[in-house]
């Protein structure tokens, strides 16, 4: 059984300016070729395939392509697109013949010109292998899944945690049943069911609240019928796009089956979706609390300026908190960490050297679109190139690249400025310039919920913050012109069946 196996994979978002380059995804994860069937330790899609063909040892040959994955920005711009294209195709066409494809996607992913790019993928592939190879693709948990998609494979599984935990699974899941298809055994119905919601990406934790009910169901629907996959997809919220919404994915080999699970899954996401609200704080509201002391708390506060998380396609150069720590002169009391995108900012302190004053436009360097520069003064702290390892929730044990990076300290307030974004919901971005979060008053993630799975384990008192930003929880503020009508939230009293 001959596999051709590869993947590529970024989550974009319409309101975002940020675009990506094809070094954006050589900087954070680029493989290709026979580095594919090499063990580098990274905790993904790609080694839950390989971890499957092993399983079945002689009787799996996989047949490596590329397979990439750079940090959430907006629309891929045209040229980077058909760069990767054109690297996946150019491998393929090394492969004279095969059996099956499995391949990793997002499912999240607009283009300048095309609002469905991992559709776009999908429909190539199956032009090049024909009709009569299956395909079988993994998609993150908030994938926004569309109609090509689905009639262009074979089977399609999504994430079932998040924060996202179960990357290796998801590869394996999607493997076993891509050699059941090859060798006949099965040949499932795919159901795709388009529920007209879009709800804060900070409420789709999978253990505890609404979604967590949601995976109950849809695994006791799996355990009543053994040939039943179900897969579950609140879409992140931050696309602009015709064909948007929340999606539920069922396959069965009995196809009525598939469909009565579709729709009662659907039906029953959409009689949830009055609890996905959440509570959203101001910075001088989380000031006063620590200013009153906090009874019982353990560890730092933890705020959220979710509006500005790179993993969401946002360029992490917004300086909201910091503008408001400072006018709170929260400095001169407490202690805090924050981080922010600034290169040339970066530049200047590293100029300055460590132990300097220096003077500083801070923030805003990528867009203006939520805000200005805003002038600071502080000390250089350490300088350098920054890079650490992620633990859970983000892409276990994949090594980030925040490039040049540079710790200003402003009173109590310590700034680690970056040159590129990159997911930040890990406390060993912070770690490996000398700052430890545990020693800290207040720490700013920019992160929706993946930043849960590291500081949850050091924190009691965690708070998501109402700020301005391209992916903020706060959807009212944002501007949709392509969306369906009706959606919820922003239409109410409409039935959905």
């Known amino acids: 059984m001959k596999i051709v196996i590869g993947g590529l994979i970024q989550e974009s978002n319409t309101f975002s300016s940020g675009g990506s380059a094809l070094g954006d995804f050589q900087r954070y994860y680029f493989k290709i070729g026979e580095q594919l069937l090499e063990d580098g330790g990274a905790e993904n899609e790609l080694a839950g395939f390989r971890q499957a063909a092993a399983r079945e040892g002689a009787q799996v040959t996989l047949l490596p392509t590329v397979f990439a994955h750079a940090v959430s920005s907006g629309k891929i711009p045209r040229a980077t697109l058909d760069e990767l294209k054109r690297i996946l195709f150019g491998q393929l066409e090394r492969i004279s013949s095969c059996d099956g494809v499995l391949f990793a996607l997002h499912g999240a992913w607009t ?31 908030h994938a926004n899944v569309t109609r090509k998609l689905v009639d262009h494979v074979d089977g399609l599984v999504g994430y079932r945690t998040f924060p996202h935990m179960d990357f290796v699974e998801t590869g394996e899941r999607a493997a076993r049943l891509l050699f059941r298809i090859v060798r006949g055994e099965t040949k499932p119905h795919i159901q795709l069911r388009k529920v007209p919601m879009i709800v804060p990406a900070e409420a789709h934790e999978t253990y505890r ?56 899954l659907a039906a029953l996401m959409w ?3 009055e609890r996905f609200r959440i509570r959203l704080h101001t910075v001088e509201e989380v000031v006063a609390l620590l200013d009153a002391g906090l009874d ?110 540079a710790v200003v300290r402003i009173g109590g307030l310590s700034v680690l400025l970056m040159e590129h974004a990159t997911f930040t919901g890990d406390p060993a971005m912070y770690r490996t310039f000398g700052l430890e979060p545990t020693e800290a008053d207040l720490v700013l993630v920019k992160s929706a ?12 008192h965690i708070y998501i913050l109402d700020t301005p930003g391209a992916s903020t929880a706060n959807l009212a503020s944002l501007t949709y012109r392509q969306i369906p009508r009706p959606m919820y939230p922003f239409d109410t009293g409409f039935r959905y069946e």
């Open 111 to 141: 283009a300048e010109d095309n609002d469905d790019a991992d559709g776009e993928i999908v429909e190539a592939l199956r032009r090049y292998v024909g009709p009569d190879v299956p395909i079988v693709i993994t998609l993150d948990s």
């Open 209 to 264: 609240g609404p979604m967590q009910e949601l995976w109950e169901a849809a695994l006791t629907g799996e355990r009543a019928s053994s040939a039943s996959v179900a897969s579950l997809f609140l879409v992140q919220p931050w696309l602009d796009i015709t064909e948007m919404g929340c999606s539920v994915v069922v396959m069965d080999e009995d196809a009525d089956r598939a469909e009565a699970e579709a729709a009662r």
């Open 449 to 460: 919920a993946q930043f849960r799975a590291e500081y949850e384990k050091l924190s009691s």
């Open 296 to 405: 019982g708390r353990t560890g730092p506060v933890v705020v959220s300026d979710s509006a500005d998380s790179p993993g969401a396609g946002s360029p992490g150069d917004s300086n909201y908190v910091l503008g408001e720590l400072l006018r709170l002169n929260a400095g001169e009391r407490i202690r805090c960490l924050l981080s922010m995108v600034d290169p040339q900012a970066v530049r200047a302190a590293t100029e300055a050297g460590e132990g300097r004053k220096v003077r500083l436009s801070l923030g805003h360097s990528v867009s203006r679109a939520f805000g200005q520069p805003l002038t600071v003064e502080g000390v250089v702290g350490r300088v350098g190139h920054g890079k650490f390892r992620f633990g859970g929730g983000t892409a276990s044990n994949m090594e980030a690249d925040m490039g040049l990076c």
């Open 271 to 273: 009689s949830k979706r």
